[in-house]
């Protein structure tokens, strides 16, 4: 920590240090170099803390400048407090969280008009600092000089970062990386109609930052999907397909569905999943489904209706095959379907059997994935694909299965990774070197943007209830923030997430040109946290960074070799 003469302190930090207001900052380990690819985001902070002798009381925010060839590649966000009720299960998780009482910690960036900040007297705040180079010719050393002054022009900071920029992009990922996006959300957050234009228009950006973060794939609203509603009641209907029944014969407009797929393929999307054909945890009822029938918009399916109520069938037995020819026409990428989430318990296991049945010979050569994480369901032969909690994914591991997935969300407080706000950051950036260690095919989340309490019952205001009502740990239900005009805001947890990722594409350069066990002698380590298991990991934020900097120093020498 410096502090300078006029009695203001900095810390120049890196983007795995969360700046709290009552706690000194890590400093940069500036032994440790920081390189990235082409399209690839760095990112540094600077925390700073006002004079505490009191003679600082200027309520007009500071300023930070970044100059040097290198500011034309920087954006600066200022790093928000969010109120946080829920940071955990109380004796339900591990001893290293950061946080684990209710409170005000850093989440939400926003970026800095004019580069202004406002400082809290007497506590740490903190500027969050990106670097981005995109082509070839940008590529190389670049060193990037931050300032800061007060609103009267006293220069109270100066440093200067170095960053390198290899002239080479990283590989595509080569996961499944999902995160279910929650159209209901946006609606009712810019409160606008469902599938009107403005609505379209939040749901384009909102996909473009999900690509950004990672993603390869969403969750499409063919349907409402039967998640997080509470029994007997429904969530907003953001149904793409429209429905008509006549006569006994359905007819559908596939139109809407359309224009999702093309904003998909828009943000290089590489798959999406169907919404569930059934509800969560159980299978024991349909999805809402809106129908046209008599001039009347009917709530024809929901909890109301049996899973295998022959109704469903029929409804499937003409719905499925047109909708499997549409995709196969409108998308060029891999399509995901998913019978119900979750489910867990000997009854359950007969439900969802039965629930399959009704639908299996219409998904016939399809890829079906659905989350579980009893190994019996698994044994049984329901699910091909299991999506498993990292906390009980161990039998499934000895298995050996040849295409496995994982997830993490709200119960998994644990000893593993997670993206909670509670969380140290190093708990969200692992999840890289667990995936590829693994050789997990898939990952998934289920809450990129979702904006309800707990089961739905009720809308809220993310940047007041960053728990679901209280629900769940802070941070679970979503990783952006809905800003103005339809664009959504970054979270640390995003730009962590999304670093985590391209650790995995730069791990995949390096197995294909030297092998997996290069790979795995440079991420395994018997360091603080044991060796590399998905219970078990560093707990150094350093290690990270210094990881990710072997193997890109490899990747290139051996890239630059092939020339």
């Given at each position: 920590m410096s502090t300078t003469s006029t009695g203001w302190s900095f810390v120049t930090t890196d983007s795995l240090e969360k700046v709290y207001t009552d706690g000194d900052p890590r400093p940069l380990d500036r032994s440790i170099p920081q390189s990235v690819f082409l399209g690839e985001t760095a990112s540094v902070q600077i925390a700073f803390q006002p004079p505490l002798d009191g003679s600082y009381q200027d309520l007009r925010p500071i300023v930070f400048e970044v100059a040097g060839p290198a500011s034309r590649f920087a954006t600066l966000h200022t790093v928000e407090l969010v109120p946080c009720t829920t940071l955990a299960y109380p004796g339900f998780h591990d001893d290293r969280y950061d946080r684990d009482s209710p409170?005000?910690?850093?989440?939400?960036?926003?970026?800095?008009v004019d580069g202004e900040i406002t400082p809290l007297f007497g506590w740490w705040r903190a500027m969050w600092i990106d670097l981005r180079v995109d082509t070839a010719a940008d590529a190389g050393i670049h060193a990037l000089t931050i300032t800061a002054r007060t609103a009267d022009g006293q220069g109270i900071f100066a440093d200067t970062v170095e960053l390198e920029v290899f002239p080479y992009e990283l590989p595509a990922l080569d996961i499944v990386n999902t995160h279910w996006f929650h159209c209901d959300g946006l609606a009712h957050y810019y409160d606008v109609p469902v599938f009107s234009e403005a609505h379209w228009n939040a749901v384009d950006n909102f996909l473009s930052r999900a690509a950004v973060m990672g993603a390869t794939s969403v969750l499409t609203p063919v349907w409402t999907p039967p998640l997080d509603t509470a029994r007997d009641t429904t969530r907003t209907p953001v149904q793409l397909v429209d429905i008509s029944l006549s006569g006994g014969t359905y007819s559908f407009d596939f139109a809407k569905l359309g224009r999702w797929l093309e904003l998909c393929g828009k943000h290089g999307l590489a798959q999406v999943e169907i919404a569930h054909f059934f509800t969560q945890w159980g299978a024991e009822a349909t999805p809402a489904i809106y129908v046209s029938q008599d001039g009347e918009n009917v709530h024809k399916f929901g909890?109301?209706?049996?899973?295998?109520?022959?109704?469903?069938?029929?409804l499937l037995e003409q719905l499925v095959p047109q909708l499997r020819e549409f995709l196969a026409s409108h998308w060029a990428g891999k399509v995901i379907y998913h019978i119900s989430d979750e489910p867990h318990g000997?009854?359950?296991?007969?439900?969802?059997?039965a629930a399959r049945a009704v639908v299996a010979d219409l998904l016939a050569g399809c890829t079906i994935?659905?989350?579980?994480?009893?190994?019996?369901?698994?044994?049984?032969?329901?699910?091909?694909?299991?999506?498993?909690?990292t906390d009980a994914v161990a039998p499934f591991l000895d298995a050996k299965l040849d295409e496995l997935w994982v997830y993490y969300c709200v119960s998994q407080q644990r000893n593993v990774a997670n993206r909670f706000i509670g969380l140290p950051s190093l708990r969200n950036r692992v999840l890289g070197h667990q995936l590829f260690a693994f050789d997990v095919a898939g990952f998934l989340h289920w809450g990129f943007n979702f904006y309800n309490s707990v089961y739905s019952l009720r809308h809220v205001d993310p940047f007041q209830d960053t728990c679901a009502g209280g629900g769940f740990p802070a941070?679970?239900?979503?990783?952006?923030?809905?800003?103005?005009?339809?664009?959504?805001?970054?979270?640390?947890?995003?730009?962590?997430?999304?670093?985590?990722?391209?650790?995995?594409?730069?791990?995949?350069?390096?197995?294909?040109?030297?092998?997996?066990?290069?790979?795995?002698?440079?991420?395994?380590?018997?360091?603080?946290?044991?060796?590399?298991?998905?219970?078990?990991f560093s707990y150094d934020p350093n290690h990270y960074r210094r990881t990710r900097e072997e193997i890109n120093r490899l990747v290139v020498a051996a890239w630059a070799n092939q020339q």
């Open positions: 409170g005000l910690y850093p989440d939400l960036l926003r970026p800095a909890w109301h209706v049996a899973a295998t109520d022959p109704a469903y069938r029929e000997e009854k359950a296991l007969g439900t969802y059997q994935v659905d989350a579980l994480s009893d190994f019996s369901f698994y044994q049984a032969g329901a699910v091909p694909i299991p999506v498993v909690a941070g679970d239900p979503f990783i952006v923030y809905p800003g103005p005009n339809g664009q959504p805001l970054d979270s640390i947890r995003f730009k962590v997430f999304a670093a985590a990722m391209h650790d995995h594409r730069a791990m995949q350069a390096l197995r294909d040109v030297a092998g997996k066990d290069a790979v795995m002698r440079v991420i395994d380590t018997d360091g603080a946290g044991g060796s590399l298991a998905f219970d078990a």
